[in-house]
């Protein structure tokens, strides 16, 4: 059983930073892609960033600039550094971590997701 499990979430002002972490565990061959996740209230869950195994690194448009993504493979671990935070940034962010089971199947795992809740 693999599970994924995400920590850092909080409350903060506007303008301010956290720090997401999260770490695979279980029966895992190698993670290809990591990637943080968020839902508002009423809306449909969406990309934040993801990186690969390699380092290569996604951003959805409103993220680019202020949040960075980064890996630490030894640790089947991820974290998501959260910079001059907005208001519009408050949802609840889920941790995905697409891995290897053996040489050629892959599978998902989706942690139970941190709240962010940045205030005005």
């Known amino acids: 059983q693999v599970q994924v499990v995400e920590s850092g979430g909080g409350l903060v002002q506007a303008g301010g930073s956290l720090r997401l972490s999260c770490a695979a565990s279980?029966?895992?061959?190698?993670?290809?892609?990591m990637g943080w996740y968020r839902q508002a209230p009423g809306k449909q869950r969406e990309l934040v960033a993801a990186?690969?195994?390699?380092?290569?690194?996604n951003y959805a448009d409103s993220v680019k600039g202020r949040f960075t993504i980064s890996r630490n493979n030894a640790k089947n671990a991820v974290y998501l550094q959260m910079n001059s935070l907005k208001p519009e940034d408050t949802a609840v962010y889920y941790c995905?971590?697409?891995?290897?089971?053996?040489?050629?199947?892959?599978?998902?795992?989706w942690g139970q997701g941190t709240q962010v809740t940045v205030s005005s």
């Open positions: 279980g029966n895992i061959f190698s993670i290809n892609v």
């Open positions: 990186i690969t195994s390699g380092g290569i690194t």
């Open positions: 995905n971590a697409e891995y290897y089971v053996d040489s050629y199947s892959l599978d998902n795992v």
